[in-house]
Each structure stands twice: as C-alpha cells, then as structure tokens.
C-alpha cells in the first residue's frame, strides 16, 4: 500500500500591519533630555564623591586627635620613668647602696684584715 500524500489548500493572507501615525521628537528635544540626564548624573556623581571625601576628612580628623592624646600619655609616663631613672643612677645613691649591701668599688685597695695568715694554695 502506498501512501497518498494529502495536501492542504494554500489559502494567501496578507500580514495585518498596524500604522500609528505619531510625531518624532525633535532634535533640540533630544539635546535637551541628553543633557539633562548627563547633568543629572554629574551631580549625582559630584556628591557622593563629596560625600566620601568629607567622611574621610573627619575620619583623619578623628585619628589625629587620638594620636594627639595617645602622644601626651606617652610623654607622661616617660617623664616619670625618666626621673626614676635619675634617681637609680645618682652616683651617691648608688655608692650608700653599695655600702649597705657590701660590695667595694674594684679601685679601692682592699683593707687589710687582722688576720695576716691567709693560706692562698697549696699543691
């Protein structure tokens, strides 16, 4: 059995296109609304820009004034640890010490004791 094609019937339709009729926007228009939006952007752009800078300004404002404060704690305390060590190294302090503690400045020469038989070695 062969197979018989079937064929449909060629109907011609026209596409149904719709024509609005409108007006086209000028060249001057066109200028304008570019240049409104490009002004728009360019504001829009200048104050964050503005914006960042004046937080950043007020940021480093902020550091120096805790580095200010930071600097006066830091020569406070040199100062107390500098006349602490004005006192420990005052030569007649150090000298009483020694005393009270029995050491003898290497220069000195040794006081003789009452005591004259030393044995030093022996092999």
Same mark, same amino acid.
């Given at each position: 059995?062969?197979?018989?094609?079937?064929?449909?019937?060629?109907?011609?339709?026209?596409? %149904?296109?719709?024509?609005?009729?409108?007006?086209?926007?000028?060249?001057?228009?066109?200028?304008?609304?570019?240049?409104? #939006?490009?002004?728009?952007?360019?504001?829009?752009?200048?104050?964050?820009?503005?914006?960042?800078?004046?937080?950043?300004?007020?940021?480093?404002?902020?550091?120096?004034?805790? =580095? =200010?404060? %930071?600097?006066?704690? =830091?020569?406070?305390?040199?100062?107390?640890?500098?006349?602490?060590?004005?006192?420990?190294?005052?030569?007649?302090?150090?000298?009483?010490?020694?005393? %009270?503690?029995?050491?003898?400045?290497?220069?000195? =020469?040794?006081?003789?004791?009452?005591?004259?038989? #030393?044995?030093?070695?022996? %092999?």
């Amino acid at each position: 059995m062969s197979a018989i094609p079937i064929t449909r019937p060629e109907i011609q339709t026209s596409p %149904r296109l719709r024509v609005i009729e409108g007006v086209r926007p000028s060249t001057i228009r066109q200028v304008l609304n570019w240049t409104l #939006v490009s002004t728009v952007i360019c504001l829009a752009t200048f104050g964050t820009s503005s914006l960042a800078g004046h937080v950043m300004v007020e940021r480093a404002r902020r550091d120096g004034i805790t =580095a =200010a404060k %930071r600097l006066r704690a =830091a020569t406070a305390a040199q100062a107390v640890l500098t006349r602490q060590i004005e006192d420990l190294s005052n030569d007649k302090d150090m000298n009483q010490w020694a005393i %009270r503690n029995g050491f003898v400045a290497p220069e000195l =020469a040794p006081h003789s004791s009452g005591n004259q038989r #030393v044995l030093v070695a022996q %092999r």
